[in-house]
């Protein structure tokens, strides 16, 4: 049913139905053209639907597995996570810090015009090394600075690197404020609370 508020777009004398309808039609198809919305696939999506996890080989597994004990052990003693099952860290913290190596590496590419092979990184508000260790059991050939200004998390991490083995990962305490000359080069992920923006 066509309703019409205020006057209708067309003659104001009486017409018949077959020139109603006619009117209305060309009315209709003049004022509002249907488009197509262009839609785009989100690489998210493909990134959820193919983990990287599956790509891993058994040393980078067997790493990960060390760091997920460590987490959990040590998350009994400090809160450095609300999730406490291996399945949910699994699934919450491991795939979706793998499933940001596809857009760095694109990213990376795309704006650097080299190879993603050595990427300096550094996690800002790494807190339980979400996700710069999983990006460094990822991708051994990534340099990986974890940044955390509260002490006992930065122990913490210093132990799951001790524990996971991992060489190619430097620990520092302090705030983001204070070490921007660090992070010349890099690409920095993290989070920041809006609250404390600078």
């Known amino acids: 049913m066509l309703v019409w508020r205020g006057r209708f777009p067309g003659p104001t004398s009486p017409l018949s139905l077959g020139t109603f309808v006619k009117q209305v039609t060309t009315t209709i198809s003049t004022r509002f053209r249907p488009h197509t919305i262009a839609t785009r696939t989100l690489t998210t999506t493909r990134v959820v639907n193919s983990s990287h996890f599956d790509t891993l080989n058994s040393l980078q597994k067997q790493r990960i597995s060390l760091y997920v004990d460590a987490l959990l052990q040590w998350n009994q003693k400090m809160n450095l996570t609300a999730v406490t099952e291996v399945e949910e860290v699994m699934e919450r913290h491991v795939r979706d810090s793998l499933a940001m190596i596809p857009p760095i590496q694109s990213s990376y590419i795309a704006h650097c015009d080299s190879s993603c092979n050595n990427i300096s990184l550094v996690d800002v ?74």
């Not at 990986?144 to 001790?162: D, G, P, Q, W, Y």
Request: charged residues 15%; proline residues 4%.
């Open 125 to 198: 508000g790494s807190g339980p090394g979400l996700p710069g260790l999983i990006l460094a059991i990822a991708c051994p050939s990534w340099k990986i600075t974890l940044m955390e200004s509260m002490n006992k998390r930065c122990v913490f991490l210093e132990h799951a690197v001790s524990v996971t083995g991992l060489s190619n990962v430097q620990v520092v305490r302090g705030r983001a404020e204070y070490f921007v000359g660090g992070m010349r080069g890099s690409i920095v992920i993290g989070c920041l609370d809006s609250q404390e923006a600078f």
